[in-house]
């Protein structure tokens, strides 16, 4: 539900009992009854138009769902019909129709007839229909959406352009004299809160009245200002003379509103700004609009940080997309509202709307539930040599300023978010380099100018990713405010570099306000280590990654705050890693639910409730190698806020323990079977004891192999990993790698030649990637030691050695797979079970293929050798079964 719903429903609380309305603002959602055709067709903006084949849907809808499977996905024209019918009494008013958006570019018909055009995918749009409405039968609207424009921004990126109308559609009816509706999708009144202080705060409302009859007029516009509490705070009265087919625009200032309440996202206090025209000589009200406001004040400082109602403050930030898994970005209000409850759950007082301006749902939370907003347009990695894409840039720019302009919340824009990343890859000789360099910064300039002209109160911000070009080229000295994408410890680096990065660029330009406006790991819940790497997506580096960061951002009072990327694992149809299609350095998976880690931001973020949590629910089926009958020790984490925590085990204390940086381990003894874990606190303030109970389930695998534990053991190696990997699909966990030793099982590697080795790019033919990106070159074998019998032995490969460019997101399509031929013979037990073996040149690179050998052991134990033909010798994993 948008804002403007709402003007409906107070307008008819106060028409009741008289029911007379009509006279008003109305309007309604056409969300439903429409039909939609992927593709072009001719003849399908006219109003008799077969429409055989086409999909019955209701909006919001997408045609993209393809996106979470198919790198390439539907880029291109998609239709949409949908038959309208009129009420008798709108007829003599202006009708128009508001689609609040339609990804990327769309083209508006009503009975056959062209209406009205709009580029760009994230704002909204409205269109005077009047001329071309029949009142005596259905309209037929009929609305061309196409999603491959290359001259509308965004172009490039690290998500998925998601074509479709997928945000609501409204028909609203008002009477001839109303306010301005065509002004760049917005509802036409723009509240200014220019001075603020705890003392008192100026007001001024602006805007513009039409006159779309054929007679002059002379009106009333009329504002009320109420109070938090609903108190009428003020009123203001123009009188407004009109001329036949006139606009007009109006200011009316406020008297200084003493002693304000402030907004903050402690106490998001929101006064209501109702405006009223009505005729002067009739009284009659003609049209009415309610926007809500609020005062603060607030500034970014180099060295100081953020300042919000001249307290300092530390933005605590989330950066989200738009989409959930599988319905892509055809998104309920609700569902956008729970996000913003959730955000707000986890202690965040900030948010960047990243890349694009999302839902008037979010805004509208935004304001409501205190949280402090960037919003910023999708100017992404590179700017092209278009005339036309720049001009929608600035068009996109200034539609969103205007569309969301009365949210207190918001309290900077952006626009340009790492627009040197592609430039810096494509054009690596300066000669190149420089025409792209002349245009990136005369774009910026243009639209920092287009910014400020719009909004002079707020504030500007752009993000670079980490490059000295930004300063070097002139590109942060645009911006009021920077904002710094770093991932040292995850692309590559050091976490420590990190701090490193920010401390240095601080140096070099204390006078820029620094956000850190994207950090973050990804981790894929069926991948858990004990000694997490960076690209290993176990969700226990995400965690060791984020640990490091946040105190970094917190401790050095000049960064303003940090937004973490992303709030959501999102769609991001050009990646592969572990999840294909899937950007997965979310706080919470796709449907929601938190990761573990959610809790520890919740700890650090919120003062106001104890947070205690055991951080075992992204791995509640545990398994870890077993000597003996010996317990097997695991370390299990809790996240909490207070200074000390208990924690049992089926009861069993396992002892008190201090929180640093608001996590603690403990060592727990797990045995075969299901435990219950508890955690126990008591809050500092009111020394109230709270506590935290998981059930975790947990299967030892032995260390040495005997007739007994084999018989129901499947021993799952993911050879060459650091990880342990349990497949979505059978639930089978596969074991970290080891090298062999006497008595046990492992790898063999005398000569010490073999090497762990992963790819990033999409294995097919499997759901269990992870699996098969990892893998260890130049061993010698695999070695089990096994009493004698009867094994099922199973070898699982991926050849992953190919020309291959590993770009943080692949950009290009995928290169062809050459096989560089890597052939091998194998041998079980020295008998050869594979002759000149080669899963690249059989089977092509980066496919999954499995091989099942069965094999007769007698005491000598079960040895598995490679000899190298050609190239190297390589496996991906390795599973084990006594039959
Ligand atoms: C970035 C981009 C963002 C990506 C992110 C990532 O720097 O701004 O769009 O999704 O990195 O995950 O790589
Ligand atoms: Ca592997």
């Known amino acids: 539900m948008t804002k403007l719903c709402k003007i409906a429903i107070t307008a008819a609380l106060v028409c009741l009992p008289f029911v007379t309305c009509k006279s008003q603002r109305e309007m309604k959602t056409i969300n439903e009854g429409w039909t939609f055709l992927k593709g072009d067709a001719t003849g399908a903006s006219d109003s008799v138009y077969n429409e055989k084949g086409w999909d019955a849907i209701v909006i919001p809808h997408t045609w993209n769902t393809d996106a979470y499977t198919d790198k390439a996905y539907y880029k291109g024209v998609g239709w949409y019909r949908k038959k309208l019918s009129l009420s008798k009494d709108w007829n003599g008013k202006q009708i128009f129709l508001k689609f609040e958006a339609a990804s990327k570019a769309a083209s508006v018909f009503v009975n056959g007839q062209p209406v009205g055009e709009h580029q760009g995918g994230y704002t909204a ?56 509706l065509l002004n760049h999708g917005s509802d036409g009144i723009f509240i200014q809160t220019p001075q603020v202080s705890a003392k008192q705060a100026s007001l001024a409302i602006k805007g513009t009245v039409t006159n779309d009859a054929a007679e002059k007029t002379q009106l009333e516009v009329k504002h009320i200002i109420y109070a938090p509490d609903g108190q009428i705070a003020q009123t203001l009265h123009q009188n407004i003379r009109l001329k036949a087919h006139e606009q007009v625009a109006f200011t009316a200032t406020a008297k200084p509103i003493i002693n304000p309440r402030l907004w903050s996202p ?72 729970r996000d913003m409850l959730l955000m707000k759950e986890m202690g965040a007082n900030f948010i960047r709307i990243s890349h694009y301006p999302q839902d008037a749902a979010i805004l509208e939370q935004c304001d409501k539930l205190g949280m402090l907003v960037w919003e910023e347009i999708p100017i992404i990695d590179i700017v092209p040599d278009s005339v036309a894409y720049a001009n929608t840039c600035e068009l996109n720019l200034r539609e969103m300023i205007r569309q969301h302009y009365n949210h207190p919340a918001i309290i900077t824009w952006g626009f340009m978010n790492e627009i040197l990343l592609v430039t810096q890859r494509r054009y690596k000789k300066k000669i190149q380099l420089k025409p792209v360099l002349d245009r990136t910064l005369a774009l910026a300039n243009r639209l920092e100018k287009a910014l400020k002209e719009e909004d002079p109160y707020r504030s500007s911000t752009m993000a670079f990713h980490a490059s000295n070009m930004y300063n070097e080229a002139g590109l942060s000295g645009i911006t009021d405010v920077i904002g710094w994408n770093l991932y040292s410890g995850w692309y590559g680096g050091k976490l420590t570099d990190f701090e490193k990065f920010l401390d240095e660029q601080h140096a070099q330009h204390p006078d820029h306000p620094i956000i850190v406006s994207e950090y973050g790991a990804g981790s894929d819940r069926r991948l858990h280590s004990f000694a997490p790497h960076n690209f290993d997506f176990s969700m226990e580096y995400q965690q060791q990654y984020l640990e490091h960061y946040l105190p970094v951002i917190e401790e050095r009072p000049y960064v303003c705050g940090g937004t973490h990327w992303n709030f959501i694992d999102f769609s991001s149809a050009l990646r592969d890693e572990s999840m294909p299609r899937i950007n997965n350095k979310g706080l919470v998976y796709s449907d929601r639910t938190p990761k573990d880690v959610f809790f520890y931001y919740q700890a650090l973020f919120r003062k106001d409730i104890p947070v205690l949590h055991i951080a075992a629910r992204d791995w509640t089926h545990r398994s870890g190698i077993q000597n003996g009958k010996d317990p097997v020790i695991q370390p299990i984490k809790i996240y909490t806020n207070l200074p000390e925590a208990e924690l049992f085990i089926d009861g069993r204390s396992l002892g008190k323990k201090k929180s640093e940086n608001y996590t603690i381990l403990f060592d727990v003894p797990f045995t075969a079977g299901t435990h219950f874990l508890r955690a126990t606190g008591i809050t500092g303030n009111d020394n109230r004891p709270i506590e935290d109970g998981i059930s975790v389930a947990f299967t030892p695998v032995p260390d040495r192999l005997n007739n007994e534990n084999l018989r129901e053991l499947e021993l799952a190696v993911n050879v060459g990993s650091n990880c342990f990997f349990t497949s979505s699909e059978s639930n089978l966990t596969w074991l970290p790698d080891r090298p062999y030793e006497p008595g046990g099982w492992g790898y063999l590697d005398k000569e010490k030649k073999s090497e762990e080795t992963g790819t990033q790019t999409q294995i097919e033919n499997t759901d269990d990637n992870p699996l098969y990106q990892t893998l260890r070159t130049n061993l010698e074998g695999y070695r089990f030691d096994v009493p004698a019998g009867e094994y099922e032995v199973e070898l699982l490969f991926a050849d992953i050695f190919k020309e291959s460019d590993n770009l943080p997101y692949q950009l290009n399509e995928t290169l062809p797979h050459v096989s560089r031929g890597n052939v ?52 991906n994993g390795i599973k084990l079964r006594k039959l």
């Open 125 to 180: 749009f409205t269109i005077d229909i009047t001329p071309y409405c029949s009142f005596s039968s259905p309209n037929v609207i009929a609305v061309k959406v196409d999603n491959a424009r290359e001259d509308i921004p965004p172009i490039s990126g690290d998500f998925t352009f998601f074509g479709g109308i997928y945000r609501d559609v409204w028909v609203i009816a008002v009477p001839k004299q109303h306010f301005d």
């Open 824 to 875: 091998f013979n194998v041998f079980i037990n020295r008998h050869l079970v594979d002759e000149q073996l080669s899963p690249g040149r059989d089977d092509g690179c980066f496919q999954a293929v499995k091989k099942r050998y069965i094999a007769t052991v007698g005491n000598e134990g079960l040895e598995i050798r490679f000899e190298q033909l050609n190239g190297k010798s390589f496996l």
């Open 266 to 337: 402690e106490s998001p206090a929101l006064y209501r700004v109702e405006t009223i025209l009505s005729d002067s000589k009739t009284k009659k009200v003609l049209d009415r609009i309610s926007n809500y406001t609020g005062f603060r004040w607030f500034r970014f400082d180099g060295n100081e940080g953020f300042f919000l109602n001249g307290k300092p403050y530390k933005l605590h930030g989330i950066c989200r997309h738009q989409d959930q898994k599988p319905i892509g970005v055809a998104m309920s209000d609700e569902m956008h509202r």
